[in-house]
Every structure is written in structure tokens, then in C-alpha cells.
């Protein structure tokens, strides 16, 4: 039997529906919980801490895999090791990211400390994989490393517009100073939309910043816009994969932050990659994308080569269902 801790039925809902159609039993621990709600650090230590998970006590044996999605994993760890859970047959863990690097040590430390030896992950981006490996000490074979994708053949929002704006767009490791600065004297007309939690407030007269909006909405505008941008910060893990396979899907020319978690989407040697927190190279890059054909030409070449590979690989969902019942 494979139980599925998580918040919601939302989150990763698509490998979620895939697991319990195969016979698979999802805990809710936040059941009222909105797809379109971002949770801030602070809220992610009080959401973990729910005395919900008091009721996992006896849901497993030793003969079931528990696949935790998102940072339930530290509780989890620590109420096996005192002996209010039962450890399980299998204990795989998912979509446990980290940005900063203070943040990383205190998880690190923790995982070292609470680990169990058959402790496996499931990790999205090359960062995660080499960290949990050479820091944290878990065997190579214990970490399954995954490109997360979507589903490219799903039915998608029609586009807003017919590419008559830049667009960006996420909460998790976005560089939004770095974006502004190199946008704000573009002669553009430029879509941004965040969370409430990235905090801003100062934008160039020329951005149009929305703020939580629906991810339908989010959706069309990404399948709408001219040129995408995803300026990430330097380091962090798993980030833009969400809304890159987004624009893969659109068929969207993508200029980005050179980042280890878009690298293996897009290619080590992609044109439209710039180096992090450079504002000229990212002005440059963006007015390159707009009006060098050859150079819009070469970007497109690389995210229909990605669509292709999308296309004729098999879905996340069985992916990790394969992963978790090897």
C-alpha cells in the first residue's frame, strides 16, 4: 500500500489522482488549502507543526511506502524516531525545496540527525540531488532525480494576446530587483505577475504587476506574451520549472537566469541564458529576443526540441508511481 502525506489534494494533483487510481491513500493535513494561496516560511513551520499528524499514528506498517510531499517530512522523521509513527517499508520524500543558503544548513542538520537509512527522495533539480548526496550523506541509489514536467498534451487557457508584451512571473527565488532594473528603461510594455510575498512594491511605470491571480489567468498570459523572462537569483534549488514548462508548452521564446534547475530543460549552451543579478545583460538579452530574429529563431529551435522530448517521454506521474513502486 503507498500512503500520500500532503497538504491537499491540489498539490501535485496530477500525481496524486495518478497514485490513488492505482489504489494509493491520500492524508490531507491542510484540506481547506487553495492551489493559488502561496504559503510564507513562517506559515510552511506553523502548517508542518498541524497536531493532524497525530493521526497517522498506526495508518502504516512495514510493509507500505509513505510518500511525503513538502516539508511534513521533518515532523514525520522526528515522530518516527521517538516512536509516535511507525517507520514504514518505504519512506520517500518530494518537493522539499530550500533557497537560502542559512535555511539549507538548519535542514541539513536535521535530516543528518533524524534520517533513517532507508530514507529515499525524490528531487527536481541537480542542486538537490548533489546536496542530500554529498552533505547530508544519503546513498546515490536513494535519490531519484526527476524532470519535472507537465502534461503537454492537456488542455490549456487560450492565450490573452497575441504577443504584445514581456512577461515574468513566480514567487519562489525570483530575482524581481534585478528584472525591474532592466526592464524599466525598455520601451515595452511588461506583464509581471507575483505574490503577495515577494514583497514589492517599487516597478517601473511600465510593468503591469498582478498579485495572486488564478493560474488559469496566469496561464494565459504566459501563452499570450512576446518573449517570457525568468530571472532567478543565484544558488537555491528546484525554481522556474513551473512556469518554464509553461512556456514550452506555448511555444514561448524564454530568456532566463542561467540556473542548474532549467539547464537540463533547455541545454547547457541555450542563447537566451544570462548571467544571475546582471540587469544590462538581462535589458540586453530581452531587446535581443524582441527584435534579432536569428537570435528569437535559436531560442524558439531549443524550447520546441524540449516539447518534442516532453512529448515522447511518459508523464511525471508515471515516472514517480514507477519510482515508488520499484
Known amino acids: 500500500m503507498i500512503y500520500i502525506v500532503s497538504d491537499y489534494r491540489g498539490t501535485y494533483h496530477y500525481l496524486v489522482d ?25 506559515g510552511i513551520l506553523r502548517q508542518i507543526m498541524t497536531p493532524m499528524l497525530l493521526q497517522l499514528r498506526r495508518r502504516w506498517t512495514r510493509d507500505d511506502a509513505v510518500l511525503v510531499i513538502s516539508w511534513y ?22 518537493a522539499a525545496f530550500v533557497h537560502e543558503g542559512r535555511l539549507r544548513q538548519i535542514v541539513n542538520l536535521l535530516l543528518r540527525a533524524l534520517r533513517t537509512a532507508d530514507l529515499e527522495f525524490i528531487v527536481f533539480s541537480e542542486a538537490e540531488r548533489r546536496n542530500l548526496i554529498d552533505v547530508v550523506g544519503v546513498p546515490a541509489e536513494s535519490v531519484h532525480r526527476v524532470i519535472y514536467r507537465g502534461n503537454m498534451l492537456e488542455s490549456v487557457p487560450a492565450p490573452t494576446s497575441d504577443g504584445e508584451y514581456v512577461f515574468t512571473g513566480g514567487y519562489s527565488n525570483r530575482d524581481y530587483e534585478t528584472f525591474f532594473a532592466a526592464v524599466g528603461g525598455l520601451p515595452y510594455h511588461v506583464v509581471a505577475v507575483a505574490s503577495a510575498l515577494n514583497g514589492l512594491s517599487d516597478k517601473p511605470p511600465n510593468v503591469e504587476l498582478l498579485v495572486d491571480i488564478p493560474w488559469d489567468e496566469f496561464e494565459r498570459l504566459i501563452g499570450g506574451c512576446a518573449l517570457l523572462v525568468l530571472p532567478l537569483r543565484e544558488g537555491g534549488e528546484a525554481c522556474g520549472q513551473n512556469v518554464l514548462f509553461r512556456g514550452i508548452r506555448h511555444a514561448r521564446p524564454v530568456v532566463a537566469t542561467r540556473h542548474n534547475s532549467l539547464i537540463d530543460y533547455l541545454g547547457d549552451d541555450y542563447p537566451g541564458f544570462v548571467p544571475p543579478h546582471d540587469p544590462a545583460a538581462l535589458a540586453a538579452a530581452i531587446e535581443q529576443g524582441l527584435h534579432d530574429e536569428g537570435f528569437r529563431a535559436s531560442m524558439l529551435e531549443r524550447v520546441q526540441s524540449a516539447a518534442r522530448w516532453f512529448r515522447e517521454h511518459e508523464q511525471v506521474e508515471a515516472e514517480i508511481a514507477r519510482i515508488l513502486t520499484i
Open 73 to 94: 517530512l521533518l515532523p514525520v522523521l522526528l515522530l518516527i524516531r521517538l516512536g509516535v509513527l511507525r517507520r514504514p517499508g518505504r519512506l520517500v520524500s518530494m
Open 18 to 42: 495518478k497514485l490513488q487510481e492505482d489504489g494509493a491513500e491520500l492524508i490531507e493535513l491542510d484540506p481547506e488549502r487553495g492551489l493559488d494561496r502561496t504559503i510564507s516560511k513562517l
